[in-house]
T-cell receptor
Framework: DTGVSQDPRHKITKRGQNVTFRCDPI?????LYWYRQTLGQGPEFLTY????????KSRLLSDRFSAERPKGSFSTLEIQRTEQGDSAMYLC?????????????FGPGTRLLVL | SQQGEEDPQALSIQEGENATMNCSYK?????LQWYRQNSGRGLVHLIL?????REKHSGRLRVTLDTSKKSSSLLITASRAADTASYFC??????????????FGSGTQLTVLP
């Protein structure tokens, strides 16, 4: 399967712990996005990378959140000192810059529950 | 914040009927995309319509876009039970520097009864 993959699919953690999620985009895609989705809502943009450069961050991305894409391929999203309000689905998407009308392809998401 | 709003929030129809969902947005856009999400899963891209297009078809899907009214509709014809899912519209904004992120509405939950 050559789609976007995310790991883990589910994560349960206690408040105050750190968690890290991984996203592997479609191999030739140069852009990678992170979104967060809470129950009953649409996804909200967090940040995006073009190759290894993080080009945009949402105000939703507090200091406790950090994302990396060290070699321009996979990306990690780390949440430090998790809070119950961080419980959500974290979605990764990738796209290929071509015509400017790019389609973002989403992974299955990582569902985080903070107890 | 959510850029788009889907209407209705929930829709229940019988198999074989057509389903129409609407989306309204607030700012100028580069394109508008529709996605489907099955419960607890990732999003599946359905169709992209550019700001200079008015209508687009893909299989049983028909999307219209009215930029003067800042609205779009998604029509699913001859619905099937497998179409049961949440449907989201997402806009790619026109403003430079922000054109990469998608801004999603809160979705329409479609239930197709067998």
């Amino acid at each position: 399967d050559t789609g976007v993959s995310q790991d883990p699919r589910h994560k349960i953690t206690k408040r105050g712990q750190n968690v890290t999620f991984r996203c592997d985009p479609i191999s030739e895609h140069n852009r990678l996005y992170w979104y967060r989705q809470t129950l009953g809502q649409g996804p909200e943009f967090l940040t995006y990378f073009q190759n290894e450069a993080q080009l945009e961050k949402s105000r939703l991305l507090s200091d406790r959140f950090s994302a990396e894409r060290p070699k321009g391929s996979f990306s990690t999203l780390e949440i430090q000192r998790t809070e119950q309000g961080d419980s959500a689905m974290y979605l990764c998407a990738s796209s290929l810059t071509r015509t400017g009308q790019e389609t973002q392809y989403f992974g299955p998401g990582t569902r985080l529950l903070v107890l | 914040s959510q850029q788009g709003e889907e209407d209705p929030q929930a829709l229940s129809i019988q198999e074989g009927e057509n389903a129409t969902m609407n989306c309204s947005y607030k700012t100028s856009i580069n394109n508008l995309q529709w996605y489907r999400q099955n419960s607890g899963r990732g999003l599946v891209h359905l169709i992209l319509i550019r700001s200079n297009e008015r209508e687009k078809h893909s299989g049983r899907l028909r999307v219209t876009l009215d930029t003067s009214k800042k609205s779009s509709s998604l029509l699913i014809t001859a619905s099937r039970a497998a179409d049961t899912a949440s449907y989201f519209c997402a806009t790619g904004l026109l403003s430079s520097g922000s054109a990469r992120q998608l801004t999603f509405g809160s979705g329409t939950q479609l239930t197709v009864l067998p």
